[in-house]
């Protein structure tokens, strides 16, 4: 998938500065509160093991981090993303539970760690409003042994009778109850859209195995395809 031409990364930059302090409300709401039990299906997904390496990309307000430090083994736990004031929560709930994670700013396109550093890396419904996200596969599996997984969650799009009511949700409801909470009037029609038109599945899975930088990767469908775990051993 080349880059889309449409996505300038300052402007989703400011959108997602804007929402930061209502991104974890919002995303309670409109997920009817079951975006956490998404995150907690990922960690169960990942064979964590004593002293490993994990990184979080777009980590935003730290979601996966927090629950990764609240429940693991002794790991090491980095997590980075390009909007300040998304870290800046993250820091403030690190703090607030008396955990110790890395939070970093950096753009997960040019991440700024050695080759083969991490055991594990994770994104979690931010590839799509990547610039170019096969580059940013690619990066990922640079900082990941080989051996090592790459984990992405990421919305998709339901078929059958989910899509029948999942669609009309996303399309129409979803944006107009962002902007009530979050008060921004172009966030989540601009996450609706890339939802919708990102490529889920078998198409994903298509997209990773083009990077020739993963073998026996897998997608598992959350809610019929709403969602979609996918992972990829590093080769």
């Known amino acids: 998938m080349p880059p889309t031409q449409n996505k300038d990364p300052d402007k989703i930059k400011e959108m997602f500065s804007n929402i930061s302090s209502k991104y974890d409300i919002a995303n309670a709401i409109l997920s009817m509160g079951f975006y956490k039990n998404w995150y907690?299906?990922?960690i169960d997904k990942i064979e964590i093991k004593e002293g490993m390496k994990i990184?979080?990309?777009?980590t935003g307000t730290g979601n996966l981090p927090l629950l990764l430090a609240q429940n693991s083994l002794n790991i090491s736990i980095c997590g980075v993303d390009f909007s300040e004031e998304m870290l800046s929560i993250s820091f403030k709930r690190m703090r607030k539970h008396?955990?110790?994670?890395?939070?970093?700013?950096?753009d997960i396109l040019n991440l700024p760690f050695?080759?083969?550093y991490f055991d594990i890396a994770?994104?979690?419904?931010?590839?799509?409003?990547?610039?170019?996200?096969?580059?940013c596969l690619k990066e990922m599996s640079r900082v990941v042994k080989p051996g090592g997984k790459v984990y992405i969650l990421e919305f998709g799009n339901p078929r059958g009778v989910v899509k029948i009511f999942y669609e009309p949700y996303r399309?129409?409801?979803m944006?107009?109850?962002g902007r009530i909470i979050t008060g921004d009037k172009h966030a989540y029609?601009?996450?609706?859209?890339?939802?919708?038109?990102?490529?889920?599945g078998e198409k994903f899975i298509e997209m990773m195995e083009s990077t020739n930088f993963f073998k026996n990767s897998n997608a598992i469908p959350i809610f019929n395809g709403v969602a979609f775990i996918y992972e990829g051993m590093v080769v």
Do not use: H, K, W
């Not at 029609?189 to 889920?200: D, G, I, K, N, V």
């Open 55 to 58: 990184l979080d990309c777009a």
């Open 175 to 177: 944006p107009v109850i």
């Open 98 to 106: 008396n955990l110790t994670i890395s939070f970093m700013l950096s």
């Open 40 to 42: 907690r299906r990922l």
């Open 171 to 173: 399309q129409f409801l």
């Open 189 to 200: 029609y601009y996450l609706a859209e890339t939802s919708s038109q990102f490529p889920s």
């Open 122 to 135: 994770t994104i979690c419904f931010g590839i799509r409003n990547v610039v170019d996200p096969i580059r």
């Open 114 to 116: 050695e080759d083969n």
